[in-house]
């Protein structure tokens, strides 16, 4: 049996008909930028997120870029993020030639710990960027007890998360000053190439942003502020807003994936409690997200498990022609590309350990019953070997 890490076609063709009228329709009215469709997809994406503005643009990764600089980030201001993330929520702070503020994560949720935050505050922090990681919403109550105290804006990185929920209801985009989101194609919600989006509540940074998006522009050829090419064309748009509709069915399919892996890595008796530093080398950590504590609403963007010795059952497989990821296998201290950041004391312990265990298995909605037992067996036969 072959599983495939992801595949997008045989979601394709639930929607080929819908979406293939509406990209024609866009090429016989030859209407490219920040038509109908874009207006839709705004309106779409802040109701699902309870927000009362979204913005759309032309990636995840210029959505943070635009959010960072809609706060007028300058060069030398501290912005805190997760040790362990995409590249993209660094990347985009250090292109400000502000200073990103790595610091290590919860070893639960493998989200930025709110305590860390905490400690990394000074007077040049200018804001602190959650990454809800997998699609499990980051500890927003205390991280927004802090922003409240130090008076220092929260940015969510919610690439992951469209339509996760923190555990009051509220949805991932709508815990912070902005959300930050990504439509790139393997994403829950992904369009045919790149485009983003940022949500928001308040007027004045919605309307900034939607100026910054067109170089800063206002009224036409009028630059008050230096923004940039940030627009999301109309083809992303309108592939959008006709997998949008299908986008809570997806999520949940893929939750209901998660409770199989879950019930099979218990059948075979490979499951561990999370709460220790290191796996124990016969058992596998499962995500925690379904226990008490940790009842926020999963989207499962990524399944990602923690086992030893995860190089040789990526491999191993991969010999079974099943498709695995490592989501990271890096931390971002240890990039080259930020040796120049002044080292600080921290020793990273959990980002580390868990840059060498985790591993991400196939989760996509479509992915069959027998297509789960089957890579639970398979890793059963690795650690039993
Ligand atoms: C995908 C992703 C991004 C960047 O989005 P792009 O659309 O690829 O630019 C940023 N942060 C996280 C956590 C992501 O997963």
Same mark, same amino acid.
Request: aromatic share 10%.
């Given at each position: 049996m072959k599983v495939n890490f992801f595949d997008l076609t045989e979601q394709y $063709?639930?929607?080929?008909?819908?979406?293939?009228?509406?990209?024609? %329709?866009?090429l016989d009215t030859q209407r490219f930028v920040l038509g109908k469709y874009v207006s839709k997809i705004e309106t779409d994406l802040a109701s699902l997120c309870g927000s009362k503005y979204a913005v759309a643009v032309s990636s995840g990764t210029d959505a943070i870029l635009s959010a960072l600089m809609a706060l007028d980030i300058k060069p030398e201001d501290e912005i805190i993020l997760p040790d362990f993330t995409?590249?993209?929520?660094?990347?985009? &702070?250090?292109?400000?030639?502000?200073?990103?503020?790595?610091?290590?994560?919860? $070893?639960?949720?493998? /989200? &930025?710990? #709110?305590?860390?935050?905490?400690? =990394?505050?000074? $007077?040049?922090?200018?804001?602190?960027?959650?990454?809800?990681?997998?699609?499990?919403?980051?500890? !927003?109550?205390?991280?927004?007890?802090?922003? +409240?105290?130090?008076?220092?804006?929260? !940015?969510?990185? #919610?690439?992951? #998360?469209?339509?996760?929920?923190?555990?009051?209801? +509220?949805?991932a985009g709508n815990l912070g000053l902005m959300g930050c989101f990504s439509f790139y194609p393997t994403k829950n919600l992904g369009g045919g190439g790149d485009s983003g989006a940022v949500t928001t509540n308040d007027e004045k940074i919605y309307?900034?942003?939607? @100026?910054? +998006? /067109? =170089?800063?522009? %206002?009224p036409r050829y009028y630059h008050s502020f230096i923004g940039g090419n940030f627009r999301m064309d109309e083809f992303q748009a #309108?592939?959008?807003? /006709?997998?949008?509709?299908?986008?809570? /069915?997806?999520n949940n399919k893929r939750r209901e994936n998660a409770q199989l892996y879950k019930k099979?890595?218990?059948?075979?008796?490979?499951?561990?409690?999370?709460?220790?530093e290191f796996t124990k080398n016969n058992k596998v950590i499962i995500p925690l997200a379904d226990q008490q504590e940790y009842n926020n609403? =999963?989207?499962?963007?990524?399944?990602? &498990?923690?086992? @030893?010795?995860?190089?040789? *059952?990526? @491999?191993? *497989?991969?010999?079974?022609?099943?498709g695995s990821d490592i989501y990271y296998p890096v931390p971002l201290h240890k990039q080259t590309c930020f040796n120049y950041l002044k080292r600080c004391d921290d020793d990273f312990s959990v980002t580390n350990a868990v840059c060498n265990e985790i591993l991400a298995l196939p989760i996509y909605p479509e992915l069959k019953e027998e297509h789960i037992k089957f890579v639970v067996e398979t890793i059963a036969k690795f650690i039993k070997k």
């Open positions: $063709k639930t929607i080929k008909s819908d979406v293939e009228k509406s990209i024609l %329709e866009i995409f590249f993209a929520t660094a990347g985009t &702070i250090a292109r400000l030639n502000a200073v990103p503020v790595f610091v290590d994560i919860d $070893k639960n949720t493998y /989200n &930025i710990s #709110a305590k860390e935050v905490r400690k =990394h505050i000074t $007077k040049k922090t200018k804001a602190i960027i959650p990454v809800h990681l997998y699609g499990y919403c980051a500890n !927003i109550e205390e991280l927004n007890e802090i922003s +409240r105290e130090f008076n220092i804006p929260i !940015i969510e990185d #919610a690439c992951q #998360a469209i339509g996760s929920e923190y555990k009051d209801g +509220r949805r309307n900034k942003l939607k @100026q910054m +998006r /067109n =170089h800063g522009m %206002e #309108a592939i959008l807003c /006709n997998k949008m509709p299908h986008l809570e /069915n997806w099979y890595f218990q059948e075979y008796n490979l499951t561990e409690d999370n709460s220790i609403l =999963h989207i499962y963007h990524q399944y990602c &498990i923690r086992v @030893q010795k995860r190089d040789e *059952l990526k @491999q191993f *497989l991969a010999d079974n022609e099943i």
